[in-house]
Nanobody, 116 residues
Framework: QVQLVESGGGLVQAGGSLRLSCAAS????????MGWYRQAPGKQRELVAA???????NHADSVKGRFTMSRDNAKNTVYLQMNSLKPEDTAVYYC??????????WGQGTQVTVSS
């Protein structure tokens, strides 16, 4: 299974920006799908954005127009650019990967806190 390491979280004021990174220990070409999820206190983990092997992305309605997921195959890294952040975006953000063989991996999570 691939190891995933997130970085880039932190504290930001409402309206600000952050970029999350998720570095994979193996080639992301082996990934059927990679995604970003988030979990706020007392809430279920939810999908924020995902990217398929062919490069197509989809974003949750709550972040469309503000967040953008991308990838750098040469660096085996995916990113989540988050703009116009809102207090309701506060959560732990997790990177997720699903390999073609069905194996699923999660990162350890990175905290994003947006102050009003």
């Amino acid at each position: 299974q691939v190891q995933l390491v997130e970085s880039g979280g932190g504290l930001v004021q409402a309206g600000g920006s952050l970029r999350l990174s998720c570095a994979a220990s193996g080639s992301i070409f082996n990934m059927n799908r990679m995604g970003w999820y988030r979990q706020a206190p007392g809430k279920q983990r939810e999908l924020v954005a995902a990217i398929a092997s062919g490069g197509n992305t989809n974003h949750a309605d709550s972040v469309k127009g503000r967040f953008t997921m991308s990838r750098d195959n040469a660096k085996n890294t995916v990113y989540l650019q988050m703009n116009s952040l809102k207090p309701e975006d506060t959560a732990v953000y997790y990177c997720h990967a699903r390999e073609w063989n069905g194996f699923v991996s999660w990162g350890q999570g990175t905290q994003v806190t947006v102050s009003s």
